[in-house]
């Protein structure tokens, strides 16, 4: 009876220890990590053929297409200001007035030489008049009637110089108001209420936002690429991420002698207002327009002897070595003339350093 139950005993233990030896096994099954890694949407690419646009590449800086310098005509205290830096105004709209004391009283003074020179031709002419009815009855000589018709034309002329004396004082006058010659924003306002201006003092600058031009060089070995009315793409300084589009509207005929850059004047429509003057722009004049394939430039690892790609090709990471064409600096993109096919899936940044052969798996893209 005793050995029976020592027998039970020892065949209990070897169960449990079969059964324990067993769950070691699953537990190691189950916490053995997956070959390969897993990476996020973001980390691969799907190469594509599309347009490659290449040209001349050109800088330089936006300005106003069309500008006025408002400067002062008259001398004189400034006594309003009607328009502030980066205001809108209209053309002919009021921007300063400057004090026209003097100028008023050489207006009213002309007015009245116009008056006096206008009766003294009155009774000039009716002198004439007579002295002809006169001579005709043979009552006045031939040479007091010369006389009258010189006191006449003396008359004329002084009642014109009195008209034109009149209009130039008014002119003076009404240049005390000083207005807006075009539709636009005023950019610059050196001058205030208060100030002494004299003749030529710059007062305002008014720009045109509507339009835009680019003032740019190109160097001179590709002038050859250079037509008028070719497409420009372009980005600005202080807008990250944005591409501009401008034609080009006049080339120079000649290059600077010390640079060799061909100055080029690009138009750009900015009805939105969006560009302002005196911001740096660089870009490319699109002079031909071809399919390829392109890639993110980080994409492609430069570091070996030759570029290569890491592919994705049957779940697995492949390096493949590519050919380099044309650089788009402005969409990070380089084109691959070898080695790739549109749809190709490849590895981008940090990813480029995976290990030829690595199982990889791309998650799905998060949910909002």
Known sequence: ??????????????????????????????????EGIVLGPDAVAVVQQQEIRTGPQLSGSLMAER???????ISGQVLAVYADQG??????????RIDATALTD????????VSSAQISLEVARRNYERAQTLNQAGAMSDRDLETARAQLSQAQAQAAGARSQQASAQKQLSNSEVRSPITGVVSVRPVGAGDIVQPGAALFTVVDPR??????????????QLHIGSTVRFTVNGYPGRTFTGTVQRIAPAADPATRQVPVVVTIPNEGGTLVAGLFAQGRVESTVRQGILVPAAAVDERGVAPSVLRLK??????????????????EQVEVTAGLAAGDTVLVGPAIGTAPGTPVRVSAAAQP
Do not use: F, H, W, Y
Not at 88 to 94: D, E, H, K, L, N
Not at 106 to 113: K, L, M, N, P, Y
Not at 319 to 331: E, F, I, S
């Open 1 to 34: 009876m005793m050995n029976n139950t020592i027998g039970r005993a020892a065949l209990a233990a070897g169960v449990a220890l079969v059964l324990a030896g067993c769950g070691k096994e699953s537990d190691a099954a189950v916490e053995k990590p997956a």
């Open 67 to 73: 500008e006025a310098q408002v400067r002062a005509q």
């Open 314 to 331: 049957g779940g697995k990471a492949e390096r493949v070595a590519v050919q380099l064409g044309t650089r788009d600096p402005d969409t």
């Open 106 to 113: 050489a207006a009213t003074s002309a007015r009245t030489g």
């Open 211 to 224: 339009s835009m031009r680019l003032e740019a060089n190109v160097p001179a070995e590709q002038l050859g």
């Open 87 to 96: 205001q809108a105004v209209r053309a002919g709209q009021p921007l300063a």
